[in-house]
């Protein structure tokens, strides 16, 4: 017999079926409670709600499990490549050589951007944050495709759109930088993989040859596939939230961008960065600022610890914790004070009894911004750098739930607002 749960209201029974995933993950299916009873569940911030059903990421925060399409991220952070990794969680599968070798020449050939989007840059006031420009210029992008605002898109419609997405983020990321610096913008380059095109479009200046460096390269693959996708977190949320209103791919996208850019999500990097360096100017005591985590009348907070749904341990933090050794050491910053500061706050974290009980251990977001300042990337670029990799992530939950034609996402409310009372004129209030 079918799982089942017995909600028993005012004394009558109601049966909620039992929802399991390939992962023994369990749910009570909640989708006719209010028809039959009347009531309907409160769950801020989603902690214990599954919005949907999705095929694309799993993740364990008890074990520390996370895994794109089935492949754990710690076997495709060390043998696969950002393409591949976008192709799997897009298409569902590891891709043969030749899929893989088309799938990445279409994104290469479409990396140009319209000359007209160069003229929307000029309008910019030049104290524009990066991830205003890039989420404003995706959604620009409708008005350069405008056929991607049907709803009735055919798969293959749907492909170019999704090649034109992952083709000209990097453009358009690479170019905030630049124009925020004054520095003219690089044209794409079609002879450069993903990875390398972008850090060209990024350093280079019209005047100089730019030598790439494949540790970079290979260390901008290895973040960018760490932050590939991680199931319904408030980005990919939204992108899926607006999406089922039959918003374009485009627009999605720019309002998960959004969703990112806030401090607690995609902007956490940058606070850690900024957080390791005001310890730094203070002289580097860092169990000073340890204390000052500790101290319940001191406002600050350590950034880059705990996480959400992790409990014990971010598996793409220790991935990345290696990769800032590996890179640093390679570029011979091994002996980088941000870098000391960084280990001895994980240290004093990992050891002091009042982190271990409230489960504070350092996140992805810890060390990403160390390899970032290391391989260049000012600091206002590290959320625009987590957008580029998070983008397969949303593309794919976008096209799942399209294809799995999800409803539109209406949540309810318990109101607690004024019953009803009569308008009163303004002369007659006090
Ligand atoms: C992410 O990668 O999106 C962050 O770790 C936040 C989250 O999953 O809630």
Redesign the pocket.
């Known amino acids: 017999m079918a799982e089942s749960a017995e909600l028993i209201l005012d004394g009558k029974s109601y049966s909620l079926p039992v929802i399991e995933g390939t992962e023994q993950e369990k749910a009570f299916d909640i989708g006719k409670l209010r028809d039959q009873t009347g009531y309907v569940t409160l769950d801020s911030g989603y902690k214990n709600t599954g919005a949907t059903k999705s095929a694309i990421t799993f993740l364990d925060g008890e074990e520390g499990i996370l895994r794109y399409r089935g492949y754990p991220i710690e076997q495709l952070a060390e043998k696969s490549s950002f393409i591949e990794v976008a192709y799997l969680l897009i298409y569902g599968k590891l891709p043969t050589k030749a899929e893989l070798d088309n799938f990445s020449e279409q994104i290469t050939k479409h990396t140009l951007v319209h000359e007209d989007v160069r003229k929307i840059f000029d309008g910019f006031p030049s104290a524009t944050h990066p991830m205003a420009i890039l989420s404003s210029l995706i959604c620009a992008l409708t008005g350069f495709y405008p056929e991607s605002l049907s709803p009735n898109l055919s798969a293959e419609e749907i492909d170019l759109n999704v090649i034109r997405l992952m083709a000209k983020i990097s453009t358009i990321a690479a170019w905030t930088y630049k124009n925020n610096m004054g520095h003219p913008l690089n044209y794409p380059r079609n002879d450069l993989d993903y990875c390398s095109n972008f850090l060209y479009m990024m350093f280079s200046f019209p005047t100089e040859k730019y030598e790439l460096d494949s540790r970079i390269v290979s260390a901008l693959n290895k973040l960018l596939i760490l ?1 590939a996708d ?2 319904q ?4 949320s939204t992108v899926r939230l607006v999406g089922s209103a039959n918003a374009s791919l485009y627009g999605s996208v720019s309002a998960g961008i959004n969703a990112l850019w806030g401090p607690l ?2 902007g956490a990097n940058q606070e850690v960065i900024e957080m390791l360096e005001a310890i730094q100017k203070d002289g580097g005591n860092t169990q000073k600022w340890v204390d000052k985590a500790k101290d319940p009348n001191d406002s600050f907070r350590l950034m880059g610890f705990g ?3 992790y409990k014990n341990f ?1 598996p ?1 933090a220790t991935i990345i914790k290696k990769a800032a050794d590996d890179v640093l050491t390679a570029l011979g910053l091994e002996d980088s004070p941000l870098l000391k500061i960084a280990k001895e706050l994980e240290q004093a974290a990992l050891t002091d009894e009042y982190f271990i009980k409230r489960k504070l251990y350092p ?3 810890f060390y990403s911004g160390i390899i970032y300042k290391a391989i260049g990337i000012p600091t206002e670029m590290f959320t625009v750098m987590f957008a580029l990799g ?1 983008l397969p992530g949303w593309i794919a939950q976008w096209k799942e739930m399209r294809e799995n034609k999800e409803p539109i996402g209406r949540p309810r409310q318990i109101y607690t607002g004024e019953t009803e009372r009569d308008y009163v004129s303004i002369d007659a209030r006090s």
Not at 233 to 236: A, Q, R
């Open positions: 932050h991680h199931e977190n408030c980005s990919t999500h995609g996480h959400r749904v971010d793409r996140n992805v977001d998070r």
